[in-house]
């Protein structure tokens, strides 16, 4: 997206009345916005047209495209990727509503204050460092593998429970930090005004601090929730039937890449949605904190 | 000041302060703090920033706890061990130089936050009492505006009717104009006139000097955390006695600002 042009191009025009300077200034702006789109425009033609000349006509390119970018086997493996990425949508709204409560509740403990505390504070720094410095695939093979070894009654053995509560282990402690960061970033003197007020510790937090917390870290809060979305894939390791698997399941019945595209566009189809999403809401928040400070 | 403002110490004291000493670190910001108000009197506290003006109140409100010494609200202890801290803030009320006000909150949720969720006032009588607040201090049609809609005078009126909603006995008053554009600082001002024409007892830290001297039933002069002379405004300012009373007056008044 950065190639549009300098930030003057997506004002909107402003021409509308005003003294004669403002309008041939409010012009000469509207010109070198349109510019500016044109050489956008004009560069990526370019750009992208060197890229196809450079693939296409590569030796290679014949054996590729039978491999990755098979129309035939992409009409074949469609309908049954697309039934198994059912799965991973099911295991991030899952995953992602409980992470979202638990990693509260890790930042929470970690900034509660007072020695009294310490224990609690040292488990949430435990916690996160445990689950931040682990590589996500292995704690689902540990859990996935080794969990249902356990046989606790009343707890699920399939891979699907706990390819999800790996996920929400290793989510929340990098959500926690998210949250930490939006919590001390709410100025000391709006606790003070609450407490001044007679609210209690736990009440200031809960009505004036986590409130304002929240509300600034949802951008960061959404780019979690994309990796998230795209680590589902990993669950495939311990053995649920999801896209990705699906697609390793038809290329090997095939001897063809091209369910592996699939997979990518299904990935992309709801990534890009939430990743313009949170580019929106950043470009929105910094326009309001501007309005604010003039 | 003649008006029907309730006698001062009529009914007694309503808070003590005995030898109280606060330091940050290795810096002694409070040294020895002795100072009686009576009810329904209006203290002005003056001196240069820095003398110990803002620590002295939030210590008062308990928001920084003092190293020694005693603080005494309407006859209880209140620096003693196992207070409870949330009950003795709602007797002393605080507005503070930079307002703040919940930025996330309606003017009105701002003022009824604590009656509803700490007083347990439900939220028809809660909201009515609000408006009343809001009427008497010109701001009841700003009840659904968010705090960064308003104007700075605006925004420290409702931080002072905020403070009011809990019914304090003791209102403490923080530099409250020291951060609003000149000309909306009369407006608060005048609240405040108000507040103290209806009998509340306040403790006010001020640079504005002829405020002070219209307001004040005495007047405090803090000089590196004690206080050096204090008195009727009509003596302190006209008449002080200690040297260092007279420079700062004369340095106010060099910068013209009284």
Not at chain 2, 65 to 74: K, L, M, Q, T
Request: glycine share 8%; hydrophobic share 50%.
């Amino acid at each position: 997206m950065s190639g549009i042009g300098p930030p003057e191009a997506q004002l909107p025009p402003t021409g509308t009345g005003g003294n004669r300077a403002s309008r041939i200034l409010a012009w000469g702006r509207e010109t070198e916005g349109a510019r500016s789109v044109l050489v956008a425009m004009a560069s990526t033609v370019v750009f992208v047209a060197v890229v196809l000349v450079v693939v296409l006509n590569s030796s290679g390119w014949p054996l590729v495209k039978q491999a990755f970018f098979n129309g035939k086997i992409f009409k074949e493996s469609f309908a049954g990727i697309r039934t198994a990425f059912r799965v991973n949508v099911e295991m991030f709204l899952i995953a992602e509503v409980f992470i979202l409560v638990f990693a509260l509740f890790l930042a929470v403990l970690r900034s509660l204050t007072g020695p009294v505390f310490f224990p609690l504070r040292a488990l949430a720094i435990v916690y996160t460092d445990l689950f931040r410095g682990v590589p996500t695939i292995l704690v689902i093979f540990i859990l996935g593998f080794g969990a249902p070894s356990l046989a606790i009654k009343g707890v699920p053995n399939s891979p699907f429970f706990w390819g999800i509560v790996s996920l929400v282990l290793v989510y929340s402690a990098y959500v926690a930090e998210v949250y930490r960061a939006g919590i001390e970033s709410v100025h000391a003197s709006q606790v003070a005004a609450a407490r001044s007020l007679g609210l209690s510790r736990w009440q200031s937090l809960r009505f004036v601090v986590l409130p304002q917390a929240v509300r600034r870290v949802i951008p960061p809060l959404l780019n979690d929730f994309i990796g998230l979305q795209k680590d589902t894939a990993l669950v495939a390791s311990i053995g649920v039937v999801e896209s990705f698997r699906q697609a390793q399941i038809d290329s090997a019945a095939t001897f063809n890449f091209t369910p592996y595209l699939c997979t990518a566009l299904l990935f992309i189809i709801i990534t890009i949605p939430l990743a313009r999403f949170t580019d929106w809401l950043i470009a929105r928040d910094r326009r309001r904190r501007q309005a604010g400070a003039g | 000041m003649t008006d029907p403002r309730p006698a001062v110490g009529a009914s007694g004291e309503a808070l003590r302060l005995e030898d109280v000493h606060k330091s940050f670190g290795k810096l002694e910001v409070l040294r020895g703090i002795d100072l009686t108000v009576a009810e329904h009197e209006v203290i002005c506290l003056i001196g240069a920033s820095g003398s110990g003006k803002s620590t002295l109140l939030r210590c008062v409100n308990l928001l920084e706890p003092v190293d020694s010494g005693r603080i005494v609200v309407e006859g209880e202890e209140i620096t003693a061990r196992g207070v409870d801290v949330n009950a003795i803030r709602r007797q002393v009320g605080i507005v503070f130089q930079a307002f703040n006000l919940f930025p996330h909150m309606t003017v009105v949720r701002n003022v009824t936050l604590s009656p509803r969720e700490v007083l347990g006032v439900d939220k028809a009588t809660a909201e009515a009492e609000a408006i009343e607040l809001l009427e008497r201090f010109g701001l009841a049609d700003k009840r659904d505006e968010y705090p960064d809609r308003l104007s700075g005078g605006q925004q420290q009126r409702v931080a002072i009717v905020r403070a009011l909603a809990v019914k304090p006995k003791i209102m403490l008053l923080d530099e409250v104009t020291s951060a609003l554009d000149p000309e909306l600082v009369a407006e608060v001002l005048n609240v405040i006139k108000e507040l103290a024409a209806s009998g509340m007892t306040m403790m006010i830290a001020t640079h504005e000097m002829g405020f002070a001297k219209d307001i004040a039933n005495r007047i405090c002069f803090l000089d590196q955390g004690k206080i050096l002379e204090e008195g009727p405004p009509a003596r302190i300012f006209s008449d002080p006695q200690n040297p260092r009373t007279r420079e700062f007056l004369q340095r106010i008044i060099e910068a013209g600002r009284m």
